[in-house]
Antibody, heavy 124, light 112 residues
Framework: EVQLLESGGGLVQPGGSLRLSCAAS????????MSWVRQAPGRGLEWVSG????????YYADSVKGRFTISRDNSKNTLYLQMNSLRAEDAAVYYC?????????????????WGQGTLVTVSS | DIVMTQSPDSLAVSLGERATINCKSS????????????FAWYQQKPGQSPKLLIN???TRESGVPDRFSGSGSGTDFTLTISSLQAEDVAVYYC?????????FGQGTKVEI
């Protein structure tokens, strides 16, 4: 059974940093691209970032480009999101999601499994 | 960026009745090389994470009841719940995975 378990959320001041983690199990992690999707309170889904299975290719929404960094450690089956220069508008539940293909652009797929999410609050 | 627009924003349907949600993309998500629509529907129940219901515009994921069906091609898509059940109360999102950034519709809330 696929399991995705996010952690690392919490309260951070504007301008601060946070690193989210997503521990994956139940599938061959390196064979799957991964993604982060966020949802502000009471709002819809917003794609944040994606990464290929190897980690060689990364992709970002314009709203986070230059501030967020996605990475993965395939030896630990873990996905990360390093978030710097956080703003009030970054406050959201952050979900990690699995893509059922290794590549991101060569073989695009929908997100077939999601974690339970981790809440990020940005406030002074 | 491809903009996804859903309609309506919310709808109330009686138990056992049909629910229809529409989604329009600002450009075609049909890939000419393989004739596939890079389009999905997700269901998010209250307090839960999203769940993939349908991909390739009309292919139900394993375990999804057959009362859920997807149709459409190019820029116009529809999710139909043929006979609404109480457990179908949720927000439904469309998404394109044709290009990056991946984009979602704003969501449609389905109530009884």
């Amino acid at each position: 059974e696929v399991q995705l378990l996010e952690s690392g959320g919490g309260l951070v001041q504007p301008g601060g940093s946070l690193r989210l983690s997503c521990a994956a199990s139940g599938f061959t992690f390196i064979s799957n691209a991964m993604s982060w999707v966020r949802q502000a309170p009471g709002r819809g889904l917003e794609w944040v970032s994606g990464i290929s299975g190897s980690g060689d290719s990364t992709y970002y929404a314009d709203s986070v480009k230059g501030r967020f960094t996605i990475s993965r450690d395939n030896s630990k089956n873990t996905l990360y999101l390093q978030m710097n220069s956080l703003r009030a508008e970054d406050a959201a539940v952050y979900y990690c999601a699995k893509v059922p293909s290794e590549a991101w652009n060569d073989a695009p797929r929908a997100f077939d499994s999601w974690g339970q999410g981790t809440l990020v609050t940005v406030s002074s | 960026d491809i903009v996804m627009t859903q309609s309506p924003d919310s709808l109330a349907v009686s138990l056992g009745e049909r629910a229809t949600i529409n989604c329009k993309s600002s450009q075609s998500v049909l890939h000419s090389s393989n004739n596939n629509n890079y389009f999905a529907w997700y269901q998010q129940k209250p307090g839960q994470s999203p769940k993939l219901l349908i991909n390739w515009a009309s292919t139900r994921e394993s375990g999804v009841p057959d009362r859920f069906s997807g149709s459409g091609s190019g820029t116009d898509f529809t999710l139909t719940i043929s006979s609404l059940q109480a457990e179908d109360v949720a927000v439904y999102y469309c998404q394109q995975y044709y290009s990056t950034p991946r984009t979602f519709g704003q969501g449609t809330k389905v109530e009884i």
